[in-house]
T-cell receptor, first 112, second 116 residues
Framework: GENVEQHPSTLSVQEGDSAVIKCTYS??????FPWYKQELGKRPQLIID?????GEKKDQRIAVTLNKTAKHFSLHITETQPEDSAVYFC???????????FGTGTQLKVEL | DVKVTQSSRYLVKRTGEKVFLECVQD?????MFWYRQDPGLGLRLIYF???????EKGDIPEGYSVSREKKERFSLILESASTNQTSMYLC???????????????FGEGSRLTVL
């Protein structure tokens, strides 16, 4: 089955700096890569996703890049703000059955 | 807005008890999922279901079973709770988006289960 590794497990940045979280996956058939954000005490929510037919996707201050050859994808947050502080999860799916395999999460802390 | 409701936010049970966790979604989604969330381990899939009365094992199904008698309701059952099942349980649903395509997961607020 699919295995998703996520790094780092914790990340502390100064407000206004950029943050990068990286994930690797094992199943070359995976074709969908979402990122979920979970604020303290709340449910995970989708913030951005990418499918295997594109290499990069941007939505305001967040972007995701995908390298299918190397089987890794990354989340980039620019101009970080305190409200970006949360746990971020990457995930991968082969599309067969809508089954998502999640990474172990990154605790991002944006310091003033 | 999609709403996924889990019946209990907090439960405390004793070892050996049978535990039911209920989840209801109001958006007519075909797919429903049960994950458990543990620090450092992320979200791990227990069971999922594509349709009424259908179920498939996820990555960690041992010690759990599920029931989907109606499209909107997906129940997680711990036949005999053990202390290593103390965890946060998250239910999620997603729409069918076509063959080979995965849709957005909509999560419930979670059920924190403590087994003593």
């Amino acid at each position: 089955g699919e295995n998703v590794e996520q790094h780092p497990s914790t990340l502390s940045v100064q407000e206004g700096d950029s943050a990068v979280i990286k994930c690797t996956y094992s199943d070359s058939a995976s074709n969908y890569f979402p990122w979920y954000k979970q604020e303290l005490g709340k449910r995970p929510q989708l913030i951005i996703d990418i499918r295997s037919n594109v290499g990069e996707k941007k939505d305001q201050r967040i972007a995701v890049t995908l390298n299918k050859t190397a089987k890794h994808f990354s989340l980039h947050i620019t101009e970080t703000q305190p409200e970006d502080s949360a746990v971020y999860f990457c995930a991968a799916s082969s599309g067969g059955g809508n089954k998502l395999t999640f990474g172990t999460g990154t605790q991002l802390k944006v310091e003033l | 807005d999609v709403k996924v409701t889990q019946s209990s936010r907090y439960l405390v049970k004793r070892t050996g008890e049978k535990v039911f966790l209920e989840c209801v979604q109001d958006m007519d989604h075909e797919n429903m999922f049960w994950y458990r969330q543990d620090p450092g381990l992320g979200l791990r899939l227990i069971y999922f279901s594509y349709d009424v009365k259908m179920k498939e094992k996820g990555d960690i199904p041992e010690g759990y079973s599920v029931s989907r008698e109606k499209k909107e309701r997906f129940s997680l059952i711990l036949e005999s709770a053990s202390t290593n099942q103390t965890s946060m349980y998250l239910c999620a649903s997603s729409p069918w988006t076509g063959a080979g395509r995965t849709g957005e997961l909509f999560f419930g607020e979670g059920s924190r289960l403590t087994v003593l």
